[in-house]
T-cell receptor
């Protein structure tokens, strides 16, 4: 099964951009790349997802490598509220539905 | 928010007793999911449902069963709880497989 690899932790300063990497070298052609984040004592929250092209929304941008073996979640201006665990996950469509969560990256944002 | 509630929010039970956790949604989403979250493991999918009476196993389904008799309710049952099932359980819903998943607030289960 395709799995993801993320750094255990990263640190950023408030109002600076943050680039959170995710490796998924065994990704298959039908796997979508999703990002979620989880604040302490809360359920995960959707951030963004994509298949092949880069994606932007009000929360973040998702940059997907041309070979799709890695992706980067970009927070353009980190705030203290962005401090959370960020999960990069792969979701496969079709009859063999699979959903694989990585261990996540703990993002610390310094004031 | 998708209006997802979980009940109970906290439960302490003893080994060998049956436990049922309920997930209720008000958004008419087709897909519903049960996850467990343990330190060092992140989130792991237990079971999911793609419609009324349609369910399938996830990564860690052993010891768990589910039922979905109505669109809005997805039940997770531990027939005979074990200490290894002590965890935080999250329910989630989505319109389709590759749409945004909305998560509930979680249920903290302790099996003594």
């Amino acid at each position: 099964d395709a799995k993801t690899t993320q750094p255990n932790s990263m640190e950023s300063n408030e109002e600076e951009p943050v680039h959170l990497p995710c490796n998924h070298s065994t990704i298959s052609g039908t796997d979508y790349i999703h990002w979620y984040r989880q604040l302490p004592s809360q359920g995960p929250e959707y951030v963004i997802h994509g298949l092949t092209s880069n994606v932007n929304n009000r929360m973040a941008s998702l940059a997907i490598a041309e070979d799709r073996k890695s992706s980067t979640l970009i927070l353009h201006r980190a705030t203290l509220r962005d401090a959370a665990v960020y999960y990069c996950i792969l979701i496969s469509e079709g009859s063999n539905y699979k959903l694989t969560f990585g261990k996540g990256t703990l993002l610390t944002v310094n004031p | 928010d998708a209006g997802i509630t979980q009940s109970p929010r906290h439960k302490v039970t003893e080994t060998g007793t049956p436990v049922t956790l309920r997930c209720h949604q008000t958004e008419n989403h087709r897909y519903m999911y049960w996850y467990r979250q343990d330190p060092g493991h992140g989130l792991r999918l237990i079971h999911y449902s793609y419609g009324v009476k349609d369910t399938d196993k996830g990564e860690v389904s052993d010891g768990y069963s589910v039922s979905r008799s109505k669109t809005e309710d997805f039940l997770l049952t531990l027939e005979s709880a074990t200490s290894s099932q002590t965890s935080v359980y999250f329910c989630a819903t989505s319109r389709d497989l590759n749409n945004e998943q909305f998560f509930g607030p979680g249920t903290r289960l302790t099996v003594l």
